[in-house]
């Protein structure tokens, strides 16, 4: 397997930021890598954007097929990989241009199977400032089982991104990484068993991988087919922690109570679909994630203002309540400032 690191982009009507990504890759300070991309059936320029780049890089595969989504074109990108380490990269985001060096770099120190870096999310026409997330907690110069690392994906202390990591690709094909078509979460559960399954993992505490956000609406029929999948996803995770049993209970706690707080979240958004968010939470069968108050009372990763939404949630008065609710955590949070311990009810 050669030394160089291949980098499976996927592009469908990017043509707006597909350049800047692009040439954030070709930029880079390692040279040595192989870019893979996949234009999943995009009929806007894309194509010829692509087609620019061929002219000037031998070191890209083209593969085009047709409009088949995300999921598949990452798989058709991994059948064509031949480096030694492999990332991800949406064509809608971009590279600082010593991404791949010092990921790379650390990679070879280190031997690990897995390098996961910050990042930062820049919003699209700068609606708001960028936000730069690294992990807490973390010593980089440190060396973690793929065990500890999967508890802090419970926990959500990290996210179970495809594109903020560096993989061994030995690694890939052993776990035999799929990401399953037509759904979105589509990387939770396959990253999450990688992850588990990696001997050693590193961490590079700085913000090397942009990601773009995009304004989108959302309609009736897409908000419940998100809350579907990822609750599909969640499940097969849940399923994956019985089988292993070697978690500690608090993080699977943790875990159902991360996806019943975004059941919530997104009820405020989404404020005129609230009824039917909760009329699916009870008839398609979510109400199982949702811890009991005993559960959530004795876990203690949970904050204290975290555990008060889900309680005026199980009395159904979460809405009613919503205005009085944000007036009291405000409060908290200015008498637990004042006493030095904010950081202690967030994190």
Partial sequence: MKNYVSIIIPVYNMEKYLYECLESVFNQTYKNIEVIIVNDGSNDNSEYIIEEFLKRYKNIIYIKQENSGLSIARNNGLKHVKGKFVMFLDSDDYLEINCIELLYKKAFETNCDMVIMGHRKVYENNIKPSEIYCVKYIDDRKV????????????????????????????????????????????????????????????????????????????????????????????????????????????????????????????????????????????????????????????????????????????????????????????????????????????
Wanted: glycine letters at 2%; a positive charge.
């Fill in 144 to 347: 973690y089982t793929g065990k500890y690392v999967s508890d802090m994906i419970l926990k959500s202390d990290i996210q179970g991104y495809s594109c903020d990591k560096l993989i061994k690709t030995s690694k890939l094909k052993k776990t035999k990484l799929y990401y399953e078509p037509n759904r979105y979460i589509e990387d939770l559960y396959p990253i999450f068993k990688l992850i588990y399954s990696c001997e050693k993992i590193c961490f590079i505490n700085k913000p090397l991988y942009n990601y773009r956000q995009l304004k989108t609406s959302i309609s009736h029929k897409k908000t419940e087919k998100l809350i579907e999948d990822y609750a599909y996803a969640n499940d097969k995770v849940l399923k994956y922690l019985n089988k292993k049993n070697s978690f500690e209970k608090d993080n699977i706690i943790h875990f159902r109570y991360e996806f019943f707080r975004t059941i919530i979240g997104m009820m405020n958004e989404y404020n005129n679909k609230k009824y039917r968010i909760y009329k699916m939470f009870k008839d398609k069968g979510l109400k199982k994630y949702e811890p009991t108050i005993k559960e959530i009372f004795k876990c203690n990763s949970i904050k204290l203002t975290s555990k008060i939404d889900i309680i005026l949630w199980k009395l159904r008065i979460y809405n009613i309540l919503m205005p009085e609710l944000i007036r009291f955590k405000k409060y908290i949070e200015c008498v637990f400032f004042r006493a030095g311990d904010k950081e202690s009810i967030y994190g």
